[in-house]
């Protein structure tokens, strides 16, 4: 993890406004049992780019992860309301 937090460092210095970025930060933070930190990097993802597809299902499953399912289901729900996606209407 320590490598992979050097890139992630590197690639946040290069463009901090990547949606994408935040989605896979968070993800290697989800693998490191960091969930408070996985979601919040999620969360980024839709500050930076709001009803973003990948970062709606990365808040989505870390809520999930948490327990926290009627948060998780309004968000799915509200996204699907505001998108076109099969993934998030699935």
Known sequence: FDASEAWF?????????NAWLWVE?????????????ALAAARKSLKIR???RAGVQSVAHL?????????????????NGRMESGVVAY
């Open 9 to 17: 460092a590197k690639a946040e210095a290069a463009d901090p406004n």
């Open 25 to 37: 930060r968070s993800s290697c933070l989800e693998h490191e049992d960091r969930y408070d930190e």
């Open 50 to 52: 709001p009803w973003y």
């Open 63 to 79: 809520l999930d992860l948490r327990e926290q399912d009627e948060e998780a289901l309004a968000l799915l729900t509200e996204a």
